[in-house]
Antibody
C-alpha cells in the first residue's frame, strides 16, 4: 500500500524556522514528483511546492518562494520542506502528496499523507 | 495566479444527483484537459477522485464523473449517499508558472 507520513509540525514564533518531513512507502519514491499542499484553518487547499523525482528541479508558489526550500533524499524515501522566515499566514495543515503521473506534479496528486500542523504565532 | 471558482456549497438528498462547477480561464481549464477533482471528508486528507477531466483512478466509484465545457469543468455525483458529504476541490494545470491552481472548494451537504 502506498503511504505518506508527515512529521515535524509544531508551534513557532513569527520569523522562526521549521523543517517538515514526509516518509514514503509502498511505491518507487525516486520515480515520482512530490508536492507539499497546505490548508489554513477553515480554508481551501493551496499548492505550496514541488520537486522532481531526481530532486534536480524545484517549484514554488509565489507566497513561499525565497522562504521555503523543498528537497528529497531518495535513499531514505523522504521528502522535506525547510520553512524559514515563517509568517502568521503560514499557519496551516501541511500535506505531502505524490504525483499521479510520475513526472508531472501538476496533473493530479493521488496519494496524500494525513498532514502535519504548523502554527505560527505573532 | 487566481484560484479557480467553485460554488461555496451545494446540497442534495440521498439518491439524487448533484453537480459542482469549476470555472477557470483560457489559461487553464479552457485550454488544457488537466483538471483534477478531490474529495476531502471532515477531518481527513484529500482523495483524488478524477484526473484529466473525466478519468477515475482505480477504486473510485462510477457514481463520480467529470466533464468540461469551455472554461468550466464539472463534477457530477449521482446516487448521492450520506458518505459523500465532504468538501470537493478542483485543480487544473495552468500555463502560468508554477503551473497548478486549486479551486476554493465546495461543501456538499447530503440532506
Amino acid at each position: 500500500e502506498e503511504q505518506l507520513l508527515e512529521s515535524g509540525g509544531g508551534l513557532v514564533h513569527s520569523g522562526g524556522s521549521l523543517r517538515l518531513s514526509c516518509a514514503a512507502s509502498g511505491f518507487a519514491f525516486s520515480s515520482y514528483a512530490m508536492s507539499w499542499v497546505r490548508q489554513a484553518p477553515g480554508k481551501g487547499l493551496e499548492w505550496v511546492s514541488a520537486v522532481s523525482g531526481s530532486g534536480d528541479n524545484t517549484y514554488y508558489a509565489d507566497s513561499v518562494r525565497g522562504r521555503f526550500t523543498i528537497s528529497r533524499d531518495n535513499s531514505k524515501n523522504t521528502l522535506y520542506v525547510q520553512m524559514n522566515s515563517l509568517r502568521v499566514e503560514d499557519t496551516a495543515v501541511y500535506y505531502c502528496a505524490k504525483a499521479y503521473f510520475p513526472s508531472y506534479y501538476y496533473y493530479g496528486l493521488d496519494v496524500w499523507g494525513q498532514g502535519t500542523t504548523v502554527t505560527v504565532s505573532s | 495566479q487566481s484560484a479557480l471558482t467553485q460554488p461555496p456549497s451545494v446540497s442534495g438528498s440521498p439518491g439524487q444527483s448533484v453537480t459542482i462547477s469549476c470555472t477557470g480561464t483560457i489559461s487553464d481549464v479552457g485550454t488544457y484537459n488537466r483538471v483534477s477533482w478531490y474529495q476531502q471528508p471532515p477531518g481527513a486528507a484529500p482523495k483524488l477522485l478524477i484526473y484529466e477531466v473525466s478519468n477515475r483512478p482505480s477504486g473510485v466509484p462510477d457514481r463520480f464523473s467529470g466533464s468540461k465545457s469551455g472554461n468550466t469543468a464539472s463534477l457530477t455525483i449521482s446516487g448521492l449517499q450520506a458518505e459523500d458529504e465532504a468538501d470537493y476541490y478542483c485543480s487544473s494545470y495552468t500555463s502560468s508558472s508554477p503551473h497548478v491552481v486549486f479551486g476554493g472548494g465546495t461543501k456538499l451537504t447530503v440532506l
